[in-house]
Nanobody, 119 residues
Framework: QVQLVESGGGLVQPGGSLRLSCVAS????????MGWYRQAPGKQRELVAT???????NYVVSMKSRFTIHRDTAKKTVFLQMISLKPEDTAVYYC?????????????WGQGTQVTVSS
């Protein structure tokens, strides 16, 4: 199993920035896809961005201009850099690792980190 630990959330004013970190329990090259999701109060969890083990990156179109996913493989860490934050970005942000094991797609999740954008 992959264990994921997120950090970096907090309270920030509109227009501010945050960098979220997700540390994996193993070499992230062994994980075909990692990503960030978020869940706002009363809403379903939604995808923010993904990065594959080969370095391919995809974003939800509405977030592409403000969010950047990147990684430090030596530190087994995936980051989500967020700028120009808006109140509607308030959510719990979750790190995800996805891979096929025994012919099944398994999703692993961190505990989440709260991001609150408010003045």
């Amino acid at each position: 199993q992959v264990q994921l630990v997120e950090s970096g959330g907090g309270l920030v004013q509109p227009g501010g920035s945050l960098r979220l970190s997700c540390v994996a329990s193993e070499n992230i090259f062994t994980i075909p896809m990692m990503g960030w999701y978020r869940q706002a109060p009363g809403k379903q969890r939604e995808l923010v961005a993904t990065i594959t083990s080969g370095g391919d990156i995809n974003y939800v179109v509405s977030m592409k201009s403000r969010f950047t996913i990147h990684r430090d493989t030596a530190k087994k860490t995936v980051f989500l850099q967020m700028i120009s934050l808006k109140p509607e970005d308030t959510a719990v942000y979750y790190c995800n690792a996805r891979r096929v094991e025994n012919y099944r797609v398994n999703d692993y999740w961190g505990q989440g980190t709260q991001v609150t954008v408010s003045s």
